[in-house]
């Protein structure tokens, strides 16, 4: 079972290290990380996506709250929260096949961020499963590269 | 006042009320040694090896209860360290780590003596700073001793570079901490102390399971109110010995791995395990799935991750180990003395006695008896090292009081007892201290009889010498098919010549009989340390044993 859980740390030099570190040791695993300052520069957000049970994510909480730096740990069940994540993706494409990949991209969303003779660049954002359909449809075109956010998410105003 | 980083160091250790550090120079903490030659109001102790100086910082803080500081310099000074560190994270104990580091300007350039010490003490120390502008130090060093002590103990480590220590700041060291990020709880949820009341009152058959939490809660007498007020049988772990008296009827000694029978048996027979200020760990378990099958288990800790860490909990009590049970004990009422299962104790008790059989050789458990005969009417520390000398140490002394056991329990680190014994006479210099060794361990931080020599620390360091690294000859006899697989040490030095070059005094004793003059002897001598070598049975073993792996009422008792 995934879980997403949002974490508040000082914004300090070696927190990133320290709540990575933490994962490593412990043996959890870390599927995706983001990390950035909140709206109060002098705290960070970083949001993780960890695979384990109930128990498991117990322990990760309790362990991350015992970190002197760490302010706040909360789990984003998808219900009650909304998720997103970003996604570049560069494809193979020529003249013919640009034209069906624009469609693609219309379909989704997407922005193209970058057209050239072999190839294009696109944008993707959404949840998981939105981003992970396109990607399947464009593999076909040849995924030349692609790079992930990883994801990131905020408490339903309603769940606060 | 204007001061130096240096002087702003000292002046702030002062302040913290810390009256002696251990440690050694080097480069890059020169300006710190020279600002130490004008201000001499804390005691510095030189070590002969950094560990020594980490360890001694760690003793000192035991016996105490205060925070321990040691020093090093960059680089080999500091990864010297991290043993000690680690030690005493492993054991929540209070502990600051001041490390000199390269000047800011040269960091991250693989410069001379340059190691990253805040990335390599990062999953060993409770917490660490790297100091990089002059004007922080004072706020650190507060936030530092703080850490260190509050909530559940811990080293703290702070990495200082050279210019830090000599550039000039205006000195004012803050009165209060504010970390918003760190506040530990110590008040126990009422609610959670209301059905641990319930359970207690409920319970057949309980057992209270307590550890070194206890000790450093300073929590033994209200322990003792409780077992009593409740009548319920004590076991301690390694860290929990000295938290209840072994003289006491309630008292069932040590559980788990090398736990008496009686211990282990009735955390298995239970109904209900309270543990307090204790963490599950698998020494103390065995086959985590076969502990304690059939009770209800309570914990109270101060650590929230302690709890369900190892094992599910019914009734857990996050909170300072002492207010938590002065708050229990203001509400709990007189218990039953549940007759059937202080009976089935008592006869666990009368068939199956910590016991040894007596030979032409001296039986190392005979010296600590021995030693405890002669030693429990005065104010004594006993320190180990690791190994067999340890557990016999734990099974065959009788603790009656906190802090006046001293022994290296979750990392388990040969070479700890000799500086932790130093570090402990320091503390209570009128105190009896000594140091049960083992002829493997004690040659690992051998060099710190020189600390002892010179600064006339009378500790009696009585190694039990069986020519083995005996704990691992043990298991190997045991599980590895008496394999003796580089664990002998026929070829150890002469141990009462080596105390006597370094100026103590060695005494060899071979006879049984002989064994109780030379502890008097030892005993009478307080001027400097005394090395005693007893020359013991080479093969004896330490039972009861639980094999790793094996339930802790699956044990060989003998
Ligand atoms: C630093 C370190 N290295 C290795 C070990 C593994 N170890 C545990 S007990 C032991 C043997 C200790 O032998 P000795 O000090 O002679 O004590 P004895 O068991 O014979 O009393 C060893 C090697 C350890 N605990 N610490």
């Not at chain 1, 996506?49 to 760490?70: F, P, R």
């Not at chain 2, 002087?7 to 250790?13: G, R």
């Not at chain 2, 917490?127 to 260190?148: C, G, N, Q, T």
């Not at chain 2, 006479?425 to 049960?436: E, M, N, Y």
């Amino acid at each position: 079972m995934k879980h997403t859980i949002s974490v508040i740390v000082e914004n300090k030099p070696g927190v990133l290290s320290r709540v990575s570190g933490l994962f490593s040791r412990r043996g959890f695993n870390i599927e995706s990380l983001a990390v950035g300052t909140t709206e109060d520069p002098s705290l960070s957000r970083m949001t993780i996506v960890v695979a384990g049970d109930e128990a498991d994510l117990e322990q990760i909480t309790k362990q991350l709250y015992k970190l002197i730096d760490t302010l706040k740990v909360f789990d984003l069940p998808a219900d009650k929260s909304v998720q997103s994540e970003l996604v570049l993706v560069k494809v193979a494409a020529n003249e013919k096949s640009r034209v069906e990949i624009t469609q693609i991209a219309e379909i989704f969303r997407a922005k193209i961020v970058d057209v050239a003779e072999t190839s294009m660049t696109l944008e993707l954002t959404g949840e998981e499963s939105k981003v992970e359909g396109a990607i399947k449809l464009l593999t076909k075109f040849g995924v030349k590269e692609l790079v992930r956010t990883g994801r990131i998410a905020l408490q339903r105003g309603s769940a606060e | 006042m204007q001061l130096t980083g240096a002087q702003a160091l000292l002046e702030s250790l002062h302040r913290e009320g810390v009256e002696i550090i251990f440690g050694y120079p080097g480069g890059v903490v020169l300006p710190l040694y020279d600002a130490m030659f004008a201000d001499k109001r804390v005691k510095h102790i030189l070590v002969r090896h950094e560990q020594g100086a980490a360890h001694a910082a760690d003793g000192y803080a035991r016996a105490t209860g205060k925070v321990g500081v040691c020093l090093a310099t960059s680089g080999p000074g500091a990864t010297n360290l991290t043993t000690g560190i680690a030690n005493a994270y492993m054991d929540s104990i209070p502990m600051i780590a001041i490390t000199g580091q390269v000047a800011t300007s040269l960091l991250g350039r693989d410069s001379f003596q340059e190691a990253d010490v805040t990335g390599i003490t990062m999953p060993i120390a409770k917490h660490s700073y790297l100091i990089k502008k002059v004007e922080d130090l004072p706020r650190i060093m507060k936030e530092a001793f703080h850490i260190a002590r509050s909530g559940r103990p811990g080293p703290v480590v702070v990495d200082i570079p050279k210019d830090i220590f000599v550039n000039k700041l205006e000195y004012k060291y803050p009165d209060q901490v504010d970390i918003p990020s760190y506040k530990p709880r110590t008040e126990g949820h009422p609610k959670q102390i209301a059905l641990a009341i319930k359970a207690i009152q409920a319970a057949k058959k309980p057992i209270i399971y307590a550890g070194g939490g206890v000790i450093s809660a300073d929590a033994s007498s209200e322990l003792k109110e409780l077992a009593e007020k409740c009548n319920l049988p004590v076991t301690t772990t390694l860290m929990g010995i000295g938290a209840f008296p072994e003289t006491h009827e309630l008292s069932l000694g040590m559980l788990g791995m090398h736990g008496t029978a009686y211990a282990n048996y009735a955390v298995t027979e239970c109904d209900l395990l309270i543990g307090i200020g204790a963490r599950f760990d698998d020494r103390v378990t065995g086959h985590i799935a076969k502990f304690a099958p059939n009770a209800k288990i309570i914990h109270l800790d101060i650590d929230p991750a302690e709890i369900g860490k190892n094992v599910r909990v019914d009734i857990p009590i996050v909170g300072d180990v002492k207010k938590v049970l002065q708050a229990l004990l203001a509400k709990i009422g007189p218990k039953e003395k549940h007759a059937p299962w202080v009976d089935q104790i008592t006869e666990w008790k009368k068939k199956y006695p910590l016991a040894y059989k007596q030979a032409e050789t001296i039986k190392p458990q005979y010296v600590i008896e021995q030693a405890h005969e002669l030693a429990k009417e005065r104010d004594t520390i006993i320190v180990t090292e690791v190994g067999q000398n340890q557990m016999w140490a734990a099974m065959f002394y009788q603790f009656t009081k906190p802090r006046s056991w001293i022994s290296s329990g979750g990392l388990g680190t040969m070479g700890f007892g000799l500086p932790a014994a130093n570090g402990a006479q320091f503390g209570r210099p009128d105190a009896l201290v000594i140091d049960f060794a083992g002829d493997g361990s004690i040659q690992m931080n051998i060099q710190e009889l020189t600390t002892a020599v010179n600064n006339r620390l009378p500790i009696k360091i009585f190694v039990l010498n069986n020519c083995f690294l005996g704990m691992v000859r043990q298991w190997q006899e045991l599980i590895y098919d008496r394999h003796y697989s580089h664990t002998n040490l026929c070829n150890n030095p002469d141990l009462v010549k080596i105390a006597e070059a370094y100026g103590a005094v060695g005494m060899r004793v071979s006879k049984p009989a002989e064994v109780r003059s030379a502890i008097e002897k030892a005993f009478a001598i307080n001027d400097r340390p005394v090395l005693v070598d007893f020359v013991v049975a080479k093969e004896e073993n330490v039972f009861p044993f639980v094999p790793p792996g094996q339930a802790i009422n699956e044990m060989i008792i003998d």
